[in-house]
């Protein structure tokens, strides 16, 4: 008989018991759901709504079925169709009557909101760790390599240069605004549902303000009704994960066009990459590739949970129940893919010459060249098209800007001198650029600090 059974005079059907049950994939929070029951029980002692003998039974019960699960001595079964249904009956086959009065001013609908609430917030703080772990990965990257040239991008052609710690520092500022999602998703979640009830709270004496305190909530919620029907928080963390899986994705898919042969800008470690099952020189990005891939995963759990809610009435629906699988999912894909991740970039090696050899031959000092013609009078729409001429004689050749002679640089316009090959070098581009937020060294040096006071505050 299903712990709800007493209005009921026939068996579930199994068909039905099948497609109703969550016990499948909801035992996954069985420490958050064990973990809400001992705090909810210690308040109906402190209460006097339950007896401190049964209290103490009750707590001692459920410390048991904890340690239990933990070391793989008790297993799930089948015959429970949820984690909370598991674990009272459990504890009522373990200390008897005291056992029924666990659930005493609680109904399953705050008890789910709980569970996974505190499952979540658990989660948050665990991928919180990995992207802090990925930020100090790249930070590293960056101070090796404040003097890396190589081209920037526009339109995925050859812009102006730059340095590799001044690239990689775009995506620490992406995963850098990741955490803060993420913490701004825990505090505005952090609010204890316990003692909502069903939809319209209890008549027992609860202490909910207590019962908070003793999970680390901020307070309890302040409306019954939203307390069971809310799943924003699920949603804005699908949305957060999202968001860094596509930032994950960016990154991925240049690291996929820098190892191709094309680019040849960094080598993949061989313990992140994979061969062909035909052709032996092949040695492939399939931790980039499925990093990628795995985007869609989460997106899809987003939109999925927003068109289950979407049009759903107050309070709780049974079809909210469809929020764990995609959820519990999404945040296995998303710790997986940052730990594959920064593991991948921290062993991989980047190929400095050929990155500065790559923003030469890309013109990417064309600008500097106009910039010095300007430099000595010359309006900038003729240097524009002074240096046009150049880039095409070069295209003819196939040789860079810095490899014309003088004379060539003034069969264009005598304006040029000798010093024309110090002011378009790789060095003088990129440190003229000064500015915080500028790839020049000492912008990059102050950014740097500031990078590190800012893992440091929020470590």
């Known amino acids: 008989m299903k712990l709800w059974g007493g209005r009921f005079t026939k068996e579930e059907n199994q068909l039905v018991h099948n497609f109703n049950e969550s016990l499948s994939f909801d035992r996954k929070f069985y420490r958050q759901d064990i973990e809400g ?15 401190s003998e049964d209290q103490e039974a009750i707590v001692s019960g459920l410390k048991g079925i904890l340690a239990d699960l933990d070391s793989g001595k008790l297993k799930f079964t089948k015959e429970h169709e949820d984690i909370h249904s598991f674990v009272e009956a459990n504890l009522i086959e373990r200390i008897g009557e005291a056992g029924k009065r666990l659930h005493t001013g609680r109904s399953r609908n705050d008890q789910v909101a709980l569970d996974m609430k505190l499952y979540c917030r658990d989660e948050l703080g665990e991928i919180d760790k ?7 990965k790249l930070l590293a990257i960056m101070e090796e390599n404040l003097d890396t040239y190589m081209p920037g991008f526009t339109h995925l052609q ?9 690239h990689i ?9 990741d955490r803060s999602r993420l913490h701004d998703i825990r505090e505005r979640m952090n609010t204890c549902p316990l003692g909502a009830g069903a939809l319209a709270g209890t008549t027992y004496p609860l202490d909910r303000d207590y019962s908070a305190a003793l999970l680390e909530f901020a307070g309890p919620t302040r409306n019954s009704i939203d307390s069971v029907a809310d799943r924003d928080y699920v949603i804005e963390f699908l949305s957060a994960m999202s968001i860094l899986m596509m930032h994950l994705s960016r990154f991925s898919e240049e690291i996929i066009i820098w190892n191709s042969n094309e680019y040849r800008f960094v080598e993949l470690d061989d313990a992140y990459s994979t061969g062909s099952s035909i052709m032996p020189q092949k040695k492939n990005p399939d931790i980039a590739e499925l990093v990628r891939g795995k985007t869609g995963r989460v997106y899809g759990a987003l939109m999925a949970i927003l068109t289950t809610m979407k049009a759903l009435p107050l309070a709780y629906n049974k079809d909210m129940q469809e929020d764990k699988e995609l959820t519990f999912d999404a945040i296995d894909t998303v710790k997986g893919c940052l730990a594959l991740f920064s593991g991948m970039i921290a062993t991989m090696t980047f190929r400095k010459d050929v990155m500065e050899s790559s923003a030469k ?9 106009a910039d010095y013609l300007v430099g000595r009078g010359v309006p900038f729409r003729d240097a524009h098209g002074i240096v046009g001429q150049l880039v095409l004689r070069c295209l003819e050749q196939g040789i860079a800007l810095d490899d014309l002679s003088l004379e060539e640089f003034r069969a264009i316009s005598p304006v040029f001198d000798e010093d024309i090959y110090e002011s378009i070098s790789m060095k003088t581009c990129v440190e003229r650029r000064t500015t915080i937020g500028a790839p020049g060294q ?11 006071k800012q893992l440091l505050g929020n470590a």
């Open 442 to 452: 000492e912008a990059m040096k102050q950014v740097i600090e500031t990078y590190k």
């Open 158 to 166: 050859k812009a102006q240069p730059i340095t590799l710690a001044h």
């Open 169 to 177: 520092g775009a995506y620490f500022e992406m995963f850098s605004r």
């Open 130 to 136: 990995l992207v802090k772990a990925l930020l100090e």
């Open 361 to 369: 031959k890309g013109f990417t000092n064309a600008t500097d060249a």
């Open 37 to 51: 029951s001992i705090a909810h029980v210690t308040m109906l002692g402190k209460q006097g709504i339950v007896s």
